[in-house]
């Protein structure tokens, strides 16, 4: 089965940095988006940012400016740069994957979750 899992996450200061990451594994046949979504207290889960298969990417108004998507096809990777934390950041980030299994013949679509990642930005 698929599996995403993250790391990277923690306790920073208020303009501090974090670098979050999320492996993908398992039968992968084709990763056709990677990205993040987070959600903090009280509040529903939203789009951070994403990056698809050819390169582009796309971010929330509230982190743009300040967080980097970037990927690493080889090791089905995908990277979350954030600088300038803001206590507004706190929430706990989830690794999202659009991937397929199967097979060039039989092709499965899916959409895949990690299990989150604690971030907490402090004063």
């Known amino acids: 089965q698929v599996q995403l899992v993250e790391s990277g996450g923690g306790s920073v200061q208020a303009g501090g940095s974090l670098r979050l990451s999320c492996v993908a594994s398992g039968s992968i046949f084709r990763i056709n988006a990677m990205g993040w979504y987070r959600q903090a207290p009280g509040k529903q889960r939203e789009l951070v940012g994403a990056?698809?298969?050819?390169?582009?990417?796309n971010y929330a108004d509230s982190v743009k400016g300040r967080c980097t998507i970037s990927r690493d096809n080889a090791k089905n990777t995908v990277y979350l740069q954030m600088n300038s934390l803001k206590l507004e950041d706190t929430a706990v980030y989830y690794c999202?994957?659009?991937?397929?299994?199967?097979?060039?013949?039989?092709?499965?679509?899916?959409?895949?979750w990690g299990q989150g990642t604690q971030v907490t930005v402090s004063s």
């Open positions: 999202y994957a659009d991937l397929d299994t199967g097979s060039y013949a039989y092709t499965i679509p899916g959409d895949y």
């Open positions: 990056i698809r298969s050819g390169g582009s990417t």
